[in-house]
């Protein structure tokens, strides 16, 4: 099809610079003749050529507006299709995000259900994530009732404790931070430990008794807070890393919408 295509485009082009050769030679020959009609023969074909030249002229320029607004049209219509598809993208993203949500807050009331005392849900409003500091923020401060050390967690397990509030706000302090400690018990053996933040994603392990050993897939929980209702509520999971048993905590901290606070006291 190919070459079909330039075969036909160069016969128009052919059958367009045809007539203006043959002009070109009717006028050469005239120029022999100095009979009036020659020179009135001369001026005709003259005209005819030049008239056919301009009608030529205005035939490309016809074509090249044409071809112009065809590109245009092109782009325009690229350019919607694309916006429509950076719209339908981020539509698709934000019901990602309101279906994440929601199922974080059924699963909290959930375990709102489950457990033997009085929780308040809240909001994580923002997180403060780096390699000085693991925190964040939430929507519920004394107003509401929240308390320094008051415990935060959600349907995986442990996240932290209330180490800030203000009338309609309150920061909590993750469990990765470097900052902060909490007395454990891991394993079927109920080893007692203390878990330490180092504003990784992992917690260290201090064994209270050396002698004492834990493997891989140990799983650890809360134990010894002031409130007893606050205890083994899960931690994290015991693994081995270059050599030191670490635990990987079960909360995500970088999927984190919505939070439960028990009272500690």
Aim: aromatic letters at 8%; glycine letters at 4%.
């Amino acid at each position: 099809m190919g070459k079909r295509s330039i075969f036909f485009r160069s016969l128009e082009r052919k059958k367009l610079i045809f007539p203006l050769v043959l002009c070109t030679v009717l006028i050469a020959l005239m120029n022999f003749f100095k009979t009036e009609f020659a020179d009135t023969a001369r001026h005709l074909i003259i005209k005819s050529t030049v008239n056919y030249a301009n009608s030529f002229d205005n035939m490309k320029n016809a074509f090249a507006d044409f071809k112009s607004f065809m590109n245009h049209d092109y782009n325009r219509r690229i350019l919607k299709l694309h916006e429509k598809n950076q719209k339908l993208l981020y539509e698709i993203e934000n019901l990602k995000h309101l279906e994440s949500e929601n199922s974080e807050l059924r699963q909290l009331l959930e375990l709102k259900q489950n457990i033997q005392q009085k929780i308040l849900i809240a909001q994580i409003i923002s997180v403060f994530s780096n390699d000085y500091i693991r925190s964040c923020v939430l929507n519920v401060g004394s107003a509401d009732g929240v308390e320094i050390d008051d415990i935060v967690r959600n349907h995986k397990g442990f996240i932290g404790r209330i180490s800030d509030v203000q009338k309609d706000w309150s920061t909590v302090l993750l469990i990765t931070d470097t900052n902060s400690k909490l007395s454990v018990k891991i394993g079927k053996d109920q080893i007692n430990a203390i878990v330490s933040g180092d504003n990784s994603e992992n917690l260290s392990i201090s064994m209270k008794n050396e002698d004492t050993m834990i493997k891989e897939g140990d799983i650890a929980e809360t134990a010894y807070l002031e409130n007893p209702k606050c205890d083994k509520i899960p931690v994290g999971e015991v693994f081995e890393k270059h050599g030191a048993m670490l635990i990987k905590p079960f909360v995500n901290f970088n999927a984190l919408h919505y939070v439960c606070i028990l009272k500690n006291k």
